[in-house]
């Protein structure tokens, strides 16, 4: 091997070298989504506990919440009761709702999980899983808020605790809840 090939590979290994440790310190959270800005896209599933259809037209013109979750996640257990306080925080707002998926599971394991943890809004059931790859779901837990007029504003992967909770209630749905109520 020549001294210039040699230089050459060290200059390459170099590179992916600073290239792994900036990724090191990246948020993995924050991976973005190109469906921000975009309309969401329109599905229709079983409702886990009662079987009735649910879709998204069902909540046009509400500012929605829609959480993907399973039974055997265990992030989804910690981000529960936050879930519940922050449906309970503006259940009451004429413009908002909100939505469980549940993603990969057992309805039987999905009804159990809700008896267990509580339930306090209404959750489909994405079957083939069709709708979390509709969304560009990684895994889960991962939480979108879509607008008044469909389109979804935010996207967060991992549990809403902490940081991300006030993040999600304070910067993107008191906003868009505030906007929508100015705009009526």
Known sequence: MTRGTQLTIGVILFGLLILFIQGLGGDP???PTVLIGTQAPNFV????ESGDPISLSQFQGK??????????CQECKVEHSNLLKLHD???DHPNFDMLGVNYQDQVKEAQAYLKVFGSSFRHVRDVKGALAIDFGV???????VIDQ???IRHKWIGPIVGDPYTYLTEKI????????TAST
């Open 45 to 48: 599933g079983p409702d886990v």
């Open 63 to 72: 500012v929605l919440v829609l959480n993907f979750w399973a039974s055997w």
């Open 173 to 180: 749905l008191t906003p868009l809840l505030n906007q929508t």
């Open 149 to 151: 007029q469909g389109v």
């Open 138 to 144: 990684y895994g889960v837990p991962e939480t979108f």
């Open 89 to 91: 925080r503006f259940k």
């Open 29 to 31: 959270r924050s991976i």
